[in-house]
Each structure stands twice: as C-alpha cells, then as structure tokens.
C-alpha cells in the first residue's frame, strides 16, 4: 500500500500499543530483576549461582535494549508514512512479539560461553517497505539512524540514573565504597550493607544498560550489512550503485560473522570504548 500522505494516521492511534501497556507487559519486564533479588541472598555466597544471576540480569538488559531500538526503527517508519510495523504488530513493547529465538537467545548465551570479547544480539528485524516512505533518501536514513540514536539516548539515561544511584549510596553509606563493575556478566563484589540485593540489582543493571546501549549503538552504525549502518550507506548511494550493494546485502550477515571471528571490525569499536571510559572516568568523580 503507498502512502502519499499520513496526515490521516495521528499519532494517538499508536499509543494503545505502545505508551499504554498493560500491566502483564510491565510485569514481564520486571520479571527478570525482581526474581534476580530474591533469588541473591540465597546464591550471593555461591559463586557459580551467582554468575549465572548477573548472565540474567545481562541478558533481560540485552533484550529490552534490542526491543527499544527495533521499535524505534517502526515508529519512524510509521512517522514516515510506512505502516508495515505497525499492520505486523511490532509497534508496542510486549517483548513476544519481538523474540527472535537466535538473535534474543542464542546468539547471546553462546559468545558468552565461548569467552567473545564481543556481546552482541538482535531482536526480530522490524519490517519496512521503502517504497512507502513520504520522502526518499531522507526518510531511509531517518528510519535507519532511530535505532542507534534509541540506544545512545538509553545509555544516556542508565549513565544518568546510575550517578543518581551512586549519589544516593553515598549518602545512606558514607562509609562504604560504590561496588561497580563495566564487565556485564562479572558480579559486583557487595559489602555487607542493608538492602543489599536491591542495591546488587540496580547497580547492576544500571551499568550493564549504559555499557550494553553504547556498545549496540556504535555496532549497528558499522556501515556494513546487514546492519543500521549499511542502510545509511545505501540510501546515499546512487542508482547503479544500490542494486550492487543490494546483491552483497543478501550475503552481509555471513560476511559480519566472519570478520567478526577474524576481529576485522575491532577498530570499529573505538568509540563504544571511549565513551564508556568516559562514563566511567565521570562515574568514578561521584563516588569519590
């Protein structure tokens, strides 16, 4: 279906799927955090358990990350004139409906399992249909940008909320240093205080969301298929040119995979490591 004009779909007609979740979506995002701190105070003296808690919180960190940036890509899509995501249903937070069972599981626990130096997964891609956008290039680099900015905003606020919380540990344990770690499945080593599964799981995912977001950003900005950045690339490109790059793009994840494994693409994450040595420079300021 073309669109030539959106004038006709306001905004308002999303926010039931987005902006007014009900509560078992809630729940399910909470699920994961809230039975990490009730499950610490019985595995915090057991290493292994305790591991496998903080691949959890990662993970569930992972996942809504990945969500927020596909979802990000629909909204500016709809903004655009595409109604794809939004006919598909992929226009809202309820986390089923953007599983991917290798991207959102497997992909994750298995660069955990072989020690990657690399974290990295993807929730169901998001459909769009170019031909449906107002305006061509702007509107493809409109859509394909939503999704890395949508994760620096997030690392962002998480880097935001996390001085808050240091702050505030501060000023109820003057005495006690800030437990942190950058590692996200490393567990925070956590003096004997009050509440300290609450302070365990909120430090935790605090970080993990600012380190995570970075990293998602910066990776998917990489001008490379299949990934955001490639569809950057491509709408700038000129006509004989895109049916070229088009043909690579079918083959792209298998060429990402392999110049991953070959750390080709290591270079190309700089940035994400000099952001997050910021934030921890500014972080480290807080915490005295």
Not at 55 to 81: D, K, M, N, P, R
Not at 152 to 165: E, G, K, P, Q, R
Request: aromatic share 16%; proline share 7%.
């Amino acid at each position: 279906m073309r669109i030539s004009n959106v004038s006709s779909f306001p905004l308002h007609s999303i926010t039931p799927d987005v902006f007014t979740m009900k509560y078992r979506f809630l729940f399910v995002w909470l699920f994961i955090p809230i039975g990490c701190g009730l499950l610490y105070p019985f595995v915090k003296d057991n290493p292994q358990f305790l591991e496998w808690l903080t691949i959890g919180l990662g993970i569930s960190i992972l996942f809504f990350s990945v969500v927020i940036h596909e979802l990000c890509h629909g909204l500016a899509a709809y903004w655009c004139g595409d109604l794809t995501a939004k006919d598909a249903g992929r226009l809202t937070l309820n986390p089923i409906n953007h599983i991917s069972l290798v991207g959102t599981l497997i992909v994750p626990l298995a660069l955990y399992l072989t020690r990657s130096s690399m974290l990295f997964g993807w929730a169901k891609p998001v459909p769009f249909n170019p031909l449906n956008v107002r305006q061509h290039p702007r509107d493809q680099v409109m859509i394909a940008i939503a999704g890395p900015l949508a994760n620096f905003t997030l690392a962002y606020l998480f880097f935001n909320f996390m001085l808050v919380a240091v702050v505030i540990f501060k000023g109820i344990y003057p005495e006690t240093a800030v437990p942190a770690t950058w590692d996200v499945f490393s567990p925070l080593a956590m003096p004997d205080i009050r509440f300290e599964a609450f302070w365990f799981v909120l430090l935790h995912v605090l970080s993990a969301g600012m380190v995570l977001n970075v990293v998602l950003g910066v990776f998917n900005l990489i001008p490379f298929p299949p990934l955001d950045g490639s569809w950057i690339v491509k709408a700038l490109l000129p006509k004989r040119a895109v049916t070229v790059f088009g043909k690579v793009q079918q083959f792209g994840f298998i060429f990402l995979i392999v110049a991953m494994h070959f750390h080709l693409l290591e270079v190309l994450f700089y940035p994400a490591i000099l952001i997050i040595a910021l934030f921890q420079l500014i972080a480290g300021f807080y915490s005295g």
